[in-house]
């Protein structure tokens, strides 16, 4: 069964800097990577999907890579701000029919001002 | 495009009684997904539709969850006789299909008292 494990669980920055989130997973045979970002009360919000023959993805101050083999995933978030204040959710998809995603339990980050 | 729609917001019932909540996905998106995600945790899949059909229902709680999508389109996720442990906030979410990326709503918050 996989297991998606995201450290830290929670962070708190001053803005400008430029951080790192952890996703790491237990089944190296995944479809797809994907990092989602959720603010409070609201859905989640498709960030970059990495497919398994990816290394990265790259969207604006953004950079997701992934490491199938050890089974590990970074967000770098660079320069941040306080509206990238929220909770990062990566999850795993196995691909095949049945693509539902497993989810680790996030990363509730906060930029202070 | 329209994203996909969730009614109601929020719910408030009563241990035992019944409750339904209600799904549109993006026009031309075949899959279908219902999640439940529980305060502090990420989503956990609940059921997966391709078109009309069940591809994946191995953690729906069978004996209380129903779900249908009834031509391809809406979808509507029961749950009789509600316990408190229900309480969650119930996530649908749609794609194009494997591999193609998600795109989530803002899902219904339900209070089991």
């Known amino acids: 069964k996989q297991e998606v494990t995201q450290i830290p669980a929670a962070l708190s920055v001053p803005e400008g800097e430029n951080l790192v989130l952890n996703c790491s997973f237990t089944?190296?045979?995944?479809?797809?990577l994907q990092w989602f970002r959720q603010d409070p009360g609201k859905g989640l919000t498709s960030l970059l999907l990495?497919?398994?023959?990816?290394r990265e993805q790259t969207s604006g101050r953004l950079n997701a890579s992934l490491d199938k083999s050890s089974g590990r995933s970074t967000l770098y978030i660079a320069a941040s701000q306080p509206g990238d204040s929220a909770t990062y959710l990566c999850?795993?998809?196995?691909?095949?029919?049945?693509?539902?995603?497993?989810f680790g339990k996030g990363t509730h980050l906060i930029i202070q001002p | 495009e329209a994203g996909v729609a969730q009614s109601p917001r929020y719910k408030i019932i009563e241990k035992r009684q019944s409750v339904a909540f209600w799904c549109n996905p993006i026009?031309?998106?075949?899959?279908l997904y219902w999640y439940q995600q529980i305060l502090g945790q990420g989503p956990k899949l609940l059921i997966q539709?391709?078109?009309?059909?069940?591809?994946?229902d191995s953690q729906l709680p069978k004996d209380r969850f129903s779900a249908e999508r009834l031509k391809g389109v809406d979808s509507t996720l029961k749950i009789q006789p509600a316990k408190l442990e229900d309480s969650a906030v119930y996530l649908c979410?749609?794609?194009?299909?494997?591999?193609?990326?998600?795109?989530f709503g803002s899902g219904t918050r339900l209070t089991v008292v």
């Open positions: 026009s031309g998106h075949a899959t």
């Open positions: 999850a795993v998809g196995s691909g095949g029919g049945a693509d539902g995603l497993t």
């Open positions: 979410a749609s794609s194009l299909g494997t591999g193609r990326g998600y795109t």
């Open positions: 990495i497919q398994s023959s990816q």
């Open positions: 539709f391709q078109n009309n059909g069940v591809v994946d």
């Open positions: 089944d190296s045979a995944i479809y797809n």
